[in-house]
Structures are given as structure tokens and as C-alpha cells.
């Protein structure tokens, strides 16, 4: 089958468009709004974009029902501050939880009762259910089209400025994800779970794509 995504004719049940593009990582994003509410959130329009300085995106889509933006991106705007928590298979329903939209002054942390360690760089706190926390700094904000009219899109660049990985997860010198199980997000309501895990070397002469060269600062 073929759909133009302007004419949206894919004559399925679901615009399959979110199945197209999996599995997405989640971000489960910590910010802190001005009134001191801790926020917290999952996205999976959600990557690294660079390694070298560690760089991150996430995609902020439409608003919540209310007809508030989003208190995530509200929250960056404010202060410029986030941090990325990594969803283990364990905290996937505590996750998805925190999804439910409440109003800005009432924190998902709270509500969900998460326990939180504090930042070491940045204010929001990290969730200590998560093994791995990214603290990181808005490097850009990119405004989105939005086909919805009154909705937002918008993309958030960040620099990754520091980053804690428990150490019972860390096998080796290596970070051991059969320990971690990240929770992935597919499309529908469907999720997956990193648990089948194999190596593949590179054609001779390759980089190895963890090895940095030429480094300015090392
Ligand atoms: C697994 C998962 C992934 C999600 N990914 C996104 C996303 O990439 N972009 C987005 O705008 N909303 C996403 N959502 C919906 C937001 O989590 C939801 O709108 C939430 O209420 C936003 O919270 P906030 O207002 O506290 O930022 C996702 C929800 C779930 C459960």
C-alpha cells in the first residue's frame, strides 16, 4: 500500500505512521515550573543527536486537553532545564502514569509517588526508579507546522551536561542493559522491552562508534 501523508488515504483503522518508526527510546522527562511543582512526563519522539558533545532531542506535540501547552516544554522555557530519565521494564507502569494530564501546579511525581534524588548540575530532580538520568541544558527549541490549528509542535535540543548510571548496572566497565531492560515505545498502544541483545562488529578499517578522535578537550 502507499498513502500521501497530505491526503492522510491510508484507509486503515490507525494512521500507521507511529509504527513505521520503532522502536522509540523513552524519555521520561523531569522539569520544575516555577512555583517549585516537580513535573515529570514520558516522550518517545525522543533521541541522541550527537555524542560529542552528548546531545539529545524530544518532540513536544499538540496540548493538553485543557487547552494548556504542554507543562514540560513550559517548564524548559522557563528555566532552560530538563532531565532525561530512562524507563526501565520495572517502572513501566509508574510511567505510564505519569502521562495523565494534570494541571501545571500538581506534579505527576507527587501524584505517582516517585522518589526523587536531587540534580547535581541542573534543578529538576531525577527519578530514582530510573537507573540512568541524563541532566541537560535547552540548547535550541524549534518550532514545528502544526496541521491542528490552536495545537503545538516543537522540537527541544538539549546538551547532555551530566550523567549518573547506578553502578550495579555497570558490568564490566560496560553499562548493562540485560539488567536495565529499557521500556520502548511502538505504535497503538504497544510497547517493547530491549531484552534480546547481540553484537556485530564493523567491516574492517570502521571506527569503533564509541571511541572518540580528535577530541579538543582530552
Ligand atoms: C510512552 C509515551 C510516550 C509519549 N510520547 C510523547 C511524545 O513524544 N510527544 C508528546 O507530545 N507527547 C507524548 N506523550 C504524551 C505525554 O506524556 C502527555 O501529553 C503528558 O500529559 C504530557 O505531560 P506534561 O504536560 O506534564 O509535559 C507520550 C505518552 C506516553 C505514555
Redesign the pocket.
Same mark, same amino acid.
Given at each position: 500500500m502507499f498513502y500521501e501523508t497530505a491526503k492522510n488515504n491510508h484507509g486503515l483503522k490507525y494512521n500507521p505512521f507511529k509504527s513505521c518508526i520503532v522502536p522509540r527510546p523513552?524519555a521520561w522527562?523531569t522539569t520544575l515550573n516555577d512555583d517549585g511543582t516537580h513535573?515529570?512526563?514520558?516522550? &518517545? *519522539? *525522543?533521541n541522541g543527536v550527537a555524542a560529542d558533545p552528548p546531545m539529545v532531542m524530544?518532540? !513536544?506535540?499538540?496540548k493538553?486537553p485543557m487547552g494548556n501547552h504542554?507543562? &514540560?516544554?513550559s517548564n524548559i522555557r522557563k528555566n532552560g532545564e530538563f532531565v532525561v530519565n530512562i524507563v526501565p521494564y520495572s517502572a513501566k507502569d509508574k510511567?505510564?502514569e505519569t !502521562?495523565?494530564?494534570?494541571s501545571p501546579n500538581e506534579s505527576?511525581v507527587e501524584v505517582s509517588k516517585l522518589e526523587t534524588k536531587l540534580s547535581k548540575i541542573v534543578s529538576p530532580v531525577r527519578l530514582s526508579i530510573s537507573p540512568i538520568h541524563l541532566e541537560c541544558k535547552v540548547y535550541k527549541i524549534i518550532d514545528l507546522p502544526s496541521l491542528v490549528s490552536n495545537e503545538y509542535n516543537g522540537m527541544v535540543l538539549g546538551n547532555v551536561v551530566g550523567i549518573h548510571i547506578n553502578d550495579d548496572v555497570i558490568d564490566d566497565g560496560k553499562v548493562n542493559l540485560d539488567k536495565i531492560k529499557p521500556l520502548s515505545?511502538l505504535g497503538y498502544l504497544d510497547y517493547s522491552v530491549v531484552d534480546n541483545i547481540f553484537e556485530m562488529h564493523r567491516p574492517e578499517g570502521s571506527p569503533r562508534p564509541d571511541q572518540v578522535k580528535n577530541r579538543k578537550d582530552t
Open positions: 523513552i522527562i513535573n515529570c512526563a514520558p516522550y &518517545s *519522539f *525522543f524530544y518532540a !513536544t506535540n499538540g493538553q504542554k507543562d &514540560s516544554i510511567m505510564n !502521562t495523565a494530564p494534570l505527576e515505545r
